[in-house]
Nanobody, 126 residues
């Protein structure tokens, strides 16, 4: 089993930046593909950004492209989401997820991820 813990959420004004962190513990002998998803009230969970287990392939949702950056940390299975120029529509609970897939592809469906964190709230006021 792998446990994921997110941190870094908060209440901010539009235009500022936040950095979310996700740390894995438990069975971390392997490297996992990592992804960030978000879910706003009344909406489905949506893909935000993902990075494959090697770190060489990255995908972003169109809504965050150019504003958000996903990166892997030095510690195995640590991942960050740098969020710049935040907008009110970015308000959601943000979840970190880990994918056991070793093909190198970045999964964008939540059903492809094997482990999930509890989420961290990001609220952007206008």
């Amino acid at each position: 089993q792998v446990q994921l813990v997110e941190s870094g959420g908060g209440l901010v004004q539009a235009g500022v930046s936040l950095r979310l962190s996700c740390a894995a513990s438990g069975r971390t002998d392997s490297s996992y593909g990592m992804g960030w998803f978000r879910q706003a009230p009344g909406k489905e969970r949506e893909f935000v950004a993902g990075i494959n287990w090697r770190g060489g392939s990255i995908l972003y949702a169109d809504s965050v492209k150019g504003r958000f950056t996903i990166s892997r940390g030095n510690a195995k299975n640590t991942v960050y989401l740098q969020m710049n120029n935040l907008k009110p529509e970015d308000t959601a609970v943000y979840y970190c997820a880990a994918d056991e897939d070793q093909t190198g592809l970045v999964a964008t469906s939540p059903y492809d991820y094997d482990y999930w964190g509890q989420g961290t709230q990001v609220t952007v006021s206008s």
